[in-house]
């Protein structure tokens, strides 16, 4: 490593244990992992570029990452691998309100950078619920997702540019700053969702939404998660675009009462929570349909919030689940994306898949555009517990497939839905990927590991 | 070809020489092209596939092509090809209105597809000039802009999945049919726009909106091309989000006169017609602004059109500009797309450069997303206005470039804008095309000598 550190100015080359040790995975439960070799932490694109340069020389694992929030394994450090922690990369570079377009660097936190655009007018719609903390850089790795989804789309929707150093070396720019273009291929959005296995994204240029109307809550309260779900396809077939669909079950309000005593559980079995920023009449309108949805697919009670506080505080309760859950013991997440009309028969079979394996089960979705996330609860040393957890989640995947589902709606491949993959796309297809992985990295040093089966596995 | 009419039902492989002149090339003028030595015009993805095993077998290049309305050359026949002639492939195999999809076959026409949508209360808003002609495989294959780009994106954004044979004869499915998904690259994305070089697309699958709200028009009238451009710079600075921004200039509206007796270019030397889609007092209030914008910026008289009857002439005008050139000689079609605040003032480039090349332009323009359609008239036969004409096409493409812009905003790179693609990307970024390229076509049989100038040309 004293070569790579003579390549760089001082300090941006850390091997103390300690950090190292702090690098070595993300967030996602049970996901294999090594010790890095090294961690740098570069300031400028062509720093990132001989860091890549060194790798690709000798012959050693890149791992790029952001702020570490992953779901999947995918920023996990592979032994002996240089992490390039991009987290210190944090300058909103330019946001033009004419061109609606922002240009920042990888490690710019998501919150942030909507913060800065609203300051201008401007909105950057993407959301994923680690947007207080996770990077801008990893959510164009994973083509994050979030709540506003269902209506605005996803990560990869908004990503104009990029910069990227390749796996020998490159640092190219790809994509555009023009509204519409169709010079050459898209690589741009072959980028994104790559999961750091083609290029590190040095640079991102986003395109940006004018600030939108206030929006408009409705909550259902129902007896069962399948009725919640039979309620998020009655918005669908009644041609509803909410600006948010959420779900939240009983197992996830039982927490929340439990950490915050927010007294939710009483009344619901199952909470539904839409939204819609349609203007006006239409807005009034939209949200009246909605709750004529909720209440016809069985609510026990339903209500437009008039009360922005009240709206707020349901939302709270849904960011809330997933800590509140984690305070319990260790929780593997599960992201699958069905068809909106097999929601509620994924739900159930959810249920039933916990039943088989003896497994606790609460979930929280992205509802509105079939994004499921079970939330498979353990208790923490319980090495049986956490054997019926993984034969629950293997199940939980294949069983999404068979509605015509997804196995990652959201969080990416990275190490957990490896095989997954294999499941889902044809042989052809993976063949597909490998030829266009070699092409981009013919070296094969970038994230080795995640996404495919082949390559040197992390340990 | 004997050996090919044996592998195919009867029927199915064209090889009357009348037939092979009428495959030789697309809309584009003065792009060259040659003779096919067959036109296949294959029934299912299984024919297709063995069409492109053969022509691997062989060595012979595929010709992919929809409905021939390309302006780029895309589709123009090299000596000896195969033309895969795709529009026989017209089913629509499904529409679902709660999952907002549809599966259709390549050769489907794009009005007929959003037309079968309007049935069940959806939308398919892609919308080329070409779509009552152009079919849904070619509007991928180039990934088509249309009117509507300026609020609703290109094919692009609707497409979610394909069936593709790749270079190596591989029948294959890409992307999902599920709202959202991650597992694996996104190679949807990397064949929409490849113009038929990484595969020959078989089947897509489309999202689709629920139906839209009916649009409100307004019209202004301007003294300069240039005047026109600082309007549309205005509405994007107003932040509104125009469901249509279109410009018309005085050689169309003339044109259109002589065609039609209109009466339009007694009144103006520039039209902008913009449209709003959003519903209620917000479309009133939106439509206001938009004529607030268009007065502020110089209009010598604008109006909200109250009369859906007038609104759809001015609409029409819009229409018939290109065939009523059309009428007068060749016209050879631009196609750059420049920052919204530069509108302007590549308008007035356009303008000098007609001068110094002494070549007549006409303009119409999505002028909203800075998409610009110069059109170089010329008269036919006349040798030196042709050679005239191709230096100013140099020029707009040149200009463009040092504008912030690119050099193809939705028609596609084809033959006559391969130089512009080597001015626009980096040697590296080429050096990535080509690799993808070599991936997914490892034999070069996919319509060679288009986007890239290397591979074998067509005479």
Known sequence: MDELVGLLPPGRVLVDPDVLASYRHDEAEWAPYGTPAA???????????VVVRYCARHGVPVVPRGAGTGLSGGANAVAGCVVVALDGMRAIKEIDPLEKLAVVEPGVVNDDLRAACAEQGLWYPPDPASSPWSTIGGNVATNAGG??????????????????????????????????GVAGYDLTSLLVGSEGTLG?????????RPRREPE???????????AAGRAVEAVAAAGLTPSALELVDRQCLEAVDAWKNMGLSADADTVLLGRTDAPGAAGEAEADAMLACFTAAGATWSVRSSDQEEADALFAAR????????????????????????????LGRVQDIGVRHDTRIANIAHAGDGNLHPMLLTAEGDEAARLRAQAAFD??????????GTVTGEHGVGLLKRDGLRAELDPAVLDLHRAVRDALDP???????KVFTTGKEST
């Open 443 to 449: 070296h094969r040093i970038l994230n080795p590991g």
């Open 395 to 404: 199940d939980i995947v294949r069983e999404a497939l068979e509605l015509g």
């Open 39 to 49: 961690v740098v932490r570069p300031r400028t694109a062509e720093e990132v570029q």
């Open 319 to 346: 960011r809330l689940a997933y800590p509140a859950l984690e305070r319990l013991g260790p929780v593997l997440t599960e992201d699958i994306c069905v068809p909106v009309g097999r929601v509620a028969e994924m």
């Open 216 to 226: 408009r809550t409705v909550a259902g309260y129902f007896p069962s998660v399948v």
């Open 147 to 180: 709540v506003c989804c269902v209506k605005y789309g996803v990560t990869g929707d908004y990503v104009l540019g990029l910069q990227v150093v390749t796996g020998t070396g490159e640092l190219v720019r790809l994509g555009r700053r023009t509204a519409k």
């Open 200 to 208: 590190v994204i040095t640079e991102v240029t986003v395109r940006l």
